[in-house]
């Protein structure tokens, strides 16, 4: 290991720009039609809605993201490279397939999407476990990586099971098998996963330190308990084993929750725009994670008057949205600026003077982004609430404002790449 | 000639945190041997995408001081760094720095 690490932007960054693409598009598909998200949850076009946001958005993000973060966290250089440029081709013609057959209710076109973006996943954890191999830590964030790649496994397992035996005419839907399916893959991957770049990405952008190694540790125990629990809970439909596996989860989180705290109270450093709104991410997670509490035992969400099928919706917009959606929103106003900025001037650096990685964020944009985004969320909650399409509508609209606001300043920042404002370096006279 | 490389090596900026890399503390020893340089660096993070960046400008402040023939940057994976290891005005600056 000679600690260089070599950084792939363009590949992380096609990622990233085939999840806003993604996103724009299901907050369109929303604003034009919000009885999609109203009523129960097994209707086929809010499946192909789920799929194409869950998948297609934060999939897309969180995936891109790693073949940056990965050589980082491993703290060795990317392995297979080829192999990840393969996997967003595959990930870019599956995901469509399996969006058009959940809409159409075909599950030969799931399967086949299913099928190409297994594959494309398979490909991932092929680098990502090669890239790990070379330099592994066995620390909490190393784990929950390796743990997150594994319930990544089995969602698409699951997720490819369930449709052929649909096609094999053994199944009728709505099963046990979908909700594990759905926990799994959006707790299981996108929660361990978060977790783990956020007990990174924390220290690393707030200048601090980890604070306790006991709580995180047990934290991600916790959390991986609940995990396992949600199949066997499930499957027995027994209630206790329902209960513990939701309370381990929550539990895990909020000793989560309680470390990122205690690490951004140690901070050395005066948290800008994006950063104080990525901690801002963490205030609806114990939200999110007590509505899927009570989703899994299926106590009828008496707060909002909500049937439990509806009140999935609900949960997991909180979850995905306000929780997952905002990290990543407010994430990507540090790295993709960063990833522009390198691939502007990491090769100048020592060579002439170059602009702060600042100046990739317009401020302007950047509160439009964050105030659209959020309003458009919390709206969008209510609205769920109230089962209000109108206010549906409105938070679409708001929340599209915000995208396309930040979705503009990634764009702009591209200036930098063709006009790199570069200024001649003065030496200090001996 | 030592402080002079530092001199040199204050021009080389950790981008996110607009410091450079001697007040973020991650010059841990300057060796000078006949024109020979070997620094020795701690990484903030390790595992940083920009390293290979900040070898390259390492070598490109260095190499144009008179009497310097080689450069050598060493990445120490042995000493961890930490926020202590910033410059005290740094770290007043740093809590004071405005969002971009």
């Not at chain 1, 809409?103 to 799931?110: F, L, P, Q, R, S």
């Not at chain 1, 439909?237 to 989560?256: A, D, N, R």
Request: glycine share 10%; charged share 10%; net charge neutral.
């Amino acid at each position: 290991m000679n600690g260089k690490v070599q950084a792939r932007p363009a590949l992380t960054l096609s990622f990233f720009a085939a999840g806003f693409l993604a996103l724009a598009g299901g907050v369109l598909t929303v604003a034009l039609d919000p009885a999609i998200l109203t009523g129960p949850y097994y209707q086929p076009k809010l499946l192909a809605l789920a799929h194409w946001l869950v998948l297609g958005w934060l999939g897309s993000v969180f995936l891109g993201a790693a073949y940056q973060l990965g050589p980082v966290i491993a703290e060795s250089p990317l392995r297979f490279p080829l192999l990840g440029w393969f996997h967003l081709a595959l990930h870019l013609t599956g995901l469509p397939c399996m969006v058009y057959g959940f809409a159409a209710g075909n599950y030969h076109w799931i399967l086949a999407g299913g099928v190409l973006v297994t594959s494309g996943c398979i490909a991932f954890v092929i680098t990502q476990l090669a890239t790990a191999q070379a330099s592994w830590r066995g620390d909490p964030v190393g784990c929950a990586l390796v743990i997150g790649w594994f319930w990544l496994a089995v969602t698409l397992g699951l997720g490819l099971f369930m449709t052929g035996n649909r096609l094999a005419g053994l199944e009728s839907a709505p099963s046990q098998w979908l909700r594990i399916h759905a926990i799994l893959g959006t707790t299981g991957f996108f929660l361990t996963v978060f977790n783990a770049v956020s007990l990174r990405l924390v220290p690393m952008f707030a200048v601090t330190t980890r604070q306790s190694n006991a709580r995180t540790w047990t934290s991600l125990v916790q959390t991986q308990a609940g995990l396992l629990l949600v199949a066997p809970a499930s499957l027995l439909h027994f209630s206790p084993l329902l209960w513990l596996s939701g309370l381990l989860i929550l539990s895990g989180q909020l000793l989560f929750l309680w470390e990122i705290l205690a690490q951004l109270a140690r901070r050395h450093r005066q948290l800008d725009g994006p950063l104080n709104w990525f901690a801002g991410s963490f205030l609806w997670l114990p939200l999110a994670m007590t509505g899927l509490l009570l989703l899994m035992n299926r106590t009828g969400l008496n707060l909002t008057m909500l049937e439990p099928e509806a009140g999935a919706v609900l949960v997991f917009t909180v979850y995905l949205l306000g929780c997952l959606t905002t990290a990543v929103l407010a994430m990507s106003f540090k790295i993709i600026p960063f990833l522009v900025w390198q691939a502007a001037y990491g090769r100048h650096l020592g060579r002439s003077r170059v602009p702060p990685l600042s100046s990739l964020v317009h401020e302007r944009l950047f509160l439009l982004a964050s105030t659209g985004s959020t309003l458009g969320i919390i709206i969008l909650v209510g609205a769920l609430s109230e089962q209000s399409g109108f206010l549906i509508r409105t938070a679409a609209i708001m929340l599209g404002v915000g995208i396309g606001c930040a979705m503009t300043n990634f764009i702009l920042s591209g200036r930098h790449l063709r006009c790199p404002q570069l200024q001649p370096l003065n030496f200090p006279t001996a | 000639m030592t402080s002079e490389v530092i001199d040199r090596l204050r021009l080389v900026p950790d981008p996110e945190l607009g410091l450079n890399i001697v007040e973020l503390g991650m010059v841990e020893q300057i060796e000078e041997l006949n024109g020979h340089l070997r620094v020795h660096l701690v990484l903030t993070s390790p595992g940083c995408p920009l390293s290979g960046n900040i070898e390259e400008a390492i070598h490109s402040v260095l190499r144009s001081i008179p009497g310097v023939e080689t450069v050598m940057v060493e990445f120490r994976h042995d000493i961890p760094w930490h926020p202590g290891r910033i410059d005290p005005e740094a770290r007043e600056k740093l809590m004071g720095q405005q969002s971009g």
